[in-house]
């Protein structure tokens, strides 16, 4: 009973308090790095150098009146946000935040669950979410939510084909599905998968930015374009599910991109346990695997603070001319190099 439902339980109840946390403070993060670029301050008024600043705008949006168009679907209208969060959440069951520890004398594993598909599981449950944005640009019966929802469509179709074949080039280095495994088979060739896979690494990234709708891929948004984009007509604790599901869904590409590429729960030079590097192992996994996935984060929001967005017709190309292409060599390529090694 402890093992199958009490931890477990705990497991996820510990799991989904932090990542709506992380995603909350992740907002604030955001503000303040942009304010950085520009040579400002940011968010300063509520709290110590505007700390509490994510509490204000959550009490703001949920005594905000939620508004439903008139002509909009109403159940589409409402069940669309929820389409978006729930994959977002639910996608960190199988993500490794470490390896097993022990823990009041039992041994405890930093995971909720460790499948032997947990890619596959990732990757089908991860492209649910865009169904929420085509769903709630249809709802909302307006043209500019409902052009939104083709460009996310379109854009789905450009990038997932590229991020698919390049993580089947990941599953041919590492010989497994699992979260976990891909982990120790990094930990067993004394590599992390980045400096054998350097361009799978790269074209995932870049899906990564298109899966998450940011910039300089955030089409179905497009403020200047769309005034919003799928998400003009929402209002209140609606809209906020949409700005959660962004943001979680960002801590889901940072977090498989540090276990699939960067060694997960490994410290940096795994396999040196001389000084001057031994004491690197004695940071916890968790604690490496939280800092790596940090870094990614704010490289998204560097890059939105740095770069313009593509037009509409660039992504296209980008994605049927550039992207597809390099991630069919490079599986063959690796094909090639497995079968001869």
């Not at 995932?204 to 919003?228: H, K, M, S, W």
């Amino acid at each position: 009973m402890l093992d199958t439902v009490v931890i477990p339980l705990l497991k996820i109840l510990i799991l989904l308090n932090g990542v709506l946390i992380a995603v909350t403070y992740m907002v604030l993060l955001e503000r303040k790095v942009i304010a950085w670029v520009q040579v400002r301050l940011g968010p300063m008024r509520v709290g110590p150098y505007g700390i509490l600043q994510p509490i204000a705008d959550a009490v703001k949006l949920m005594v905000k009146e939620d508004i439903t168009p008139t002509r909009a679907d109403k159940w589409v209208f409402t069940a669309a946000p929820i389409i978006v969060i729930v994959p977002a959440l639910i996608v960190f069951a199988v993500i490794p935040f470490g390896d097993q520890v022990d823990l009041f004398g039992r041994t405890v594993s930093l995971y909720v669950t460790d499948i032997n598909v947990g890619l596959l599981y990732i990757v089908s449950v991860a492209s649910i979410g865009v169904y929420g944005i085509i769903l709630g640009g249809w709802a909302s019966n307006s043209k500019y939510p409902l052009l939104a929802s083709l460009r996310a469509s379109a854009q789905l179709i450009s990038y997932e084909v590229a991020v698919t074949m390049t993580l089947v080039s990941l599953i041919v280095v590492a010989g497994s599905l699992s979260m976990v495994q891909i982990v120790r088979a990094q930990q067993d060739a004394h590599v992390w998968f980045v400096f054998l896979q350097p361009v799978a690494f790269v074209l995932y990234f870049i899906g990564g930015l298109a899966e998450t709708n940011r910039a300089p891929f955030d089409l179905p948004e497009a403020e200047q374009e769309l005034t919003g984009g799928f998400h003009t007509e929402y209002s209140g604790m609606r809209f906020a599910l949409f700005f959660l599901a962004e943001y979680a869904n960002m801590i889901v590409v940072s977090a498989v991109a540090t276990t699939l590429f960067w060694g997960g729960w490994l410290r940096p030079f795994p396999s040196i346990q001389v000084a001057p590097l031994a004491w690197l192992g004695l940071v916890p996994g968790w604690i490496w695997f939280l800092a790596k996935t940090f870094v990614f984060l704010y490289v998204f929001l560097w890059v939105r603070a740095t770069l313009p967005r593509y037009r509409y017709d660039q992504l296209m190309r980008l994605g049927w001319k550039v992207l597809i292409p390099l991630a069919i060599a490079n599986l063959i390529v690796t094909g090639f190099v497995k079968v001869l090694l």
